[in-house]
């Protein structure tokens, strides 16, 4: 992106239709009250361990090495907020902007060519349990985004980047297959113009049936209700994409 294109995006209002991306959806700043807590967690984490080190050491000798330790902590947590503080994605109609520190970019959701979902329930019993996203988002241009739990309203913000990102997908996709190409769309499963081929064997496209997650696969069945592949669905380039393709078919 240009500096005129950056100047341009700055000077407007976030809720303010984008030049060249259409009407504002949302605004996804950095979460920065998990920031903090987050860094003060780093802090207090090693500081207790070293006063538990140093508990029997005389007061002279801790004097003169534990507050050198407790400011090189306090200053890595202080790097660890400031390297997230500033990070926000502004959705769009047609694409969204991303800022990470002084780094600005904007992309058209038809640019992402590869959008890996990472998605882990965490907790200790049924206690303070809690989802734990993170998409790794690649361009066109071997461009790498993070999308994680620093951005708030986390949930909308991944759910409209999947729609968002499909709906635009979709048609490159549907496009290349009705001009006789071949899609990889990951794990080693290719699409066709004629069906799907996985491992060598191929499904035709009126022989697809139904499909189900299970165990970190997509289990792909034929139309008796057959098995006739899992692939891996941390290996695929975009699930949610592939599973419009096969919703279109």
């Given at each position: 992106?240009?500096?005129?294109?950056?100047?341009?995006?700055?000077?407007?209002?976030?809720?303010?239709?984008?030049?060249t991306l259409g009407k504002y959806v949302s605004h996804h700043p950095s979460n920065r009250i998990r920031l903090v807590m987050r860094a003060a967690i780093f802090y207090a984490i090693?500081?207790?361990?070293?006063?538990?080190?140093?508990?029997?050491?005389?007061d002279g000798a801790a004097s003169r090495f534990l507050p050198a330790m407790f400011a090189a902590i306090a200053l890595g947590a202080v790097w660890y907020?400031?390297?997230f503080w500033n990070r926000e994605v502004i959705l769009y109609e047609q694409g969204f902007t991303y800022q990470q520190g002084s780094q600005q970019g904007q992309f058209r959701y038809a640019d992402?060519?590869?959008?890996?979902?990472?998605?882990?329930?965490?907790?200790?019993?049924?206690?303070?349990?809690?989802?734990?996203f993170n998409y790794?988002?690649?361009?066109?241009?071997?461009?790498?985004?993070?999308?994680?739990n620093l951005f708030s309203d986390i949930r909308k913000l991944v759910t409209r980047l999947e729609g968002y990102i499909a709906r635009d997908r979709l048609l490159i996709i549907q496009q290349a297959l009705d001009k006789?190409?071949?899609?990889?769309?990951?794990?080693?499963?290719?699409?066709?113009?004629?069906?799907?081929?996985?491992?060598?064997r191929e499904l035709l496209w009126q022989d697809v049936g139904k499909r189900n997650i299970k165990d970190g696969n997509l289990i792909l069945r034929t139309q008796n209700n057959d098995e006739w592949a899992?692939?891996?669905?941390?290996?695929?380039?975009?699930?949610?994409?592939?599973?419009?393709?096969?919703?279109?078919?």
């Amino acid at each position: 992106m240009t500096t005129d294109e950056i100047e341009i995006e700055s000077s407007q209002s976030i809720f303010e239709p984008h030049p060249t991306l259409g009407k504002y959806v949302s605004h996804h700043p950095s979460n920065r009250i998990r920031l903090v807590m987050r860094a003060a967690i780093f802090y207090a984490i090693p500081v207790l361990i070293l006063q538990a080190l140093f508990w029997d050491v005389s007061d002279g000798a801790a004097s003169r090495f534990l507050p050198a330790m407790f400011a090189a902590i306090a200053l890595g947590a202080v790097w660890y907020t400031a390297h997230f503080w500033n990070r926000e994605v502004i959705l769009y109609e047609q694409g969204f902007t991303y800022q990470q520190g002084s780094q600005q970019g904007q992309f058209r959701y038809a640019d992402i060519a590869i959008l890996q979902p990472a998605v882990q329930r965490l907790g200790l019993v049924n206690v303070f349990q809690f989802t734990n996203f993170n998409y790794t988002l690649i361009t066109i241009d071997d461009e790498v985004l993070r999308i994680t739990n620093l951005f708030s309203d986390i949930r909308k913000l991944v759910t409209r980047l999947e729609g968002y990102i499909a709906r635009d997908r979709l048609l490159i996709i549907q496009q290349a297959l009705d001009k006789g190409e071949t899609v990889d769309v990951g794990a080693g499963l290719r699409l066709s113009k004629s069906g799907l081929n996985y491992e060598g064997r191929e499904l035709l496209w009126q022989d697809v049936g139904k499909r189900n997650i299970k165990d970190g696969n997509l289990i792909l069945r034929t139309q008796n209700n057959d098995e006739w592949a899992r692939v891996p669905i941390a290996e695929l380039n975009n699930p949610v994409l592939l599973l419009a393709v096969l919703k279109h078919k």
